[in-house]
């Protein structure tokens, strides 16, 4: 469980720098000709009366707390400090308790939690994992469609959602890799080090292997390599993430391919299945939609694809009612978006 943070509405170098001019303001510390901040006490000899102690020990605590957000900030990215996105995830977890507890949250601060942990696991991790992250979390949209935002405003998310899980493993798991410090210089590859590996590795397994499978659903590829490679896919989420929803939609295909007979699984159930992994029509740019080429997957889906053994266009299956109650109706889901 992450330790209780205290919140910093002001940014770091700027809390720092007053509460040293002002205790310098009042007198509880002074600077010498060479700039160096020091008490002004031992010098004088003067006992300080109780008063001073307190106010002198509560600036030390606070700057000490300040620099330790700092340190936190550099560490979770090479290049930045980014003070604010570091503040944000600490008022975040101070007011939620890590979501340890149940509270009930809208739509609309669902939607603020998802955005400051996709930017921490961006610092944290690199933009590859960012965007595996934004693939995977509990999609609000779908759940709440066509919402204005004073709905959701005032729309509580339920509280038996698989959303609460998502915010609390991925608070832990965020904490868990910012407050590594220095047992991290102790071992060849630390926790944030691997997560960003396998971040890596991930993400080129997706958006490689996956979508050139299903970006060309005549290819030979046999039914126990694209196995391995979903298998391999949700491995490497699971590692990163823990309780996505994203995740449970590919362990969904894992048991069907296991425990599917081909005659049942076929390939235009696999394929229709791993579609719905990526974003549709209405959830990706449209630049971006049509260089992936994923209106034609769409429209091969539509149509129907051949089965594993075969590859003919005679060997063309029909799109059946089983399928089209598929898991997450991606049939549908694609007729009825073709046109945004």
Request: charged residues 30%; contains cysteine; aromatic residues 6%.
């Amino acid at each position: 469980m992450p330790r209780a943070k205290k919140a910093d509405p002001v940014g770091i170098k700027t809390q720092l720098d007053r509460d040293i001019e002002d205790l310098i303001e009042n007198g509880g510390l002074q600077t010498g000709m060479s700039g160096v901040i020091s008490t002004g006490l031992a010098e004088d000899n003067v006992q300080p009366d109780f008063a001073r102690t307190e106010d002198l020990d509560d600036a030390v605590a606070r700057i000490s707390l300040l620099e330790k957000k700092a340190m936190i900030a550099c560490q979770i990215c090479a290049e930045i400090c980014p003070q604010k996105a570091v503040t944000r995830v600490e008022k975040l977890d101070t007011e939620s308790k890590g979501f340890t507890i149940k509270q009930s949250i809208t739509v609309s601060m669902a939607r603020d939690i998802q955005r400051v942990y996709g930017q921490i696991v961006a610092l944290a991790l690199g933009h590859e994992a960012s965007l595996l992250y934004k693939m995977t979390r509990l999609s609000i949209g779908g759940e709440f469609p066509d919402m204005s935002r004073d709905a959701e405003a005032m729309t509580f998310i339920p509280d038996d959602s698989e959303l609460y899980n998502e915010f609390r493993t991925m608070s832990a798991q965020m904490w868990d890799i910012m407050e590594e410090g220095d047992e991290a210089d102790n071992i060849v590859i630390s926790k944030k080090e691997g997560l960003i590996v396998q971040a890596k590795t991930t993400y080129n397994k997706v958006f490689h292997h996956l979508l050139d499978f299903i970006k060309n659903p005549r290819n030979k590829t046999t039914r126990q390599e694209i196995h391995t490679l979903v298998l391999d896919i949700r491995n490497g989420l699971q590692s990163l993430f823990q309780e996505n929803t994203g995740i449970f939609r590919l362990n969904t295909w894992i048991e069907m391919s296991e425990k599917t007979s081909s005659e049942e699984f076929t390939k235009q159930t696999a394929i229709s299945l791993i579609r719905e992994f990526f974003p549709l029509s209405g959830e990706i740019a449209g630049a971006i939609y049509s260089a992936w080429e994923l209106h034609k997957v769409d429209a091969e889906i539509v149509k129907g694809i051949p089965d594993w053994e075969r590859s003919s266009i005679a060997s063309r299956p029909q799109v059946t009612a089983a399928t089209r109650s598929s898991p997450f109706g991606i049939v549908e889901q694609i007729k009825r978006r073709r046109d945004i």
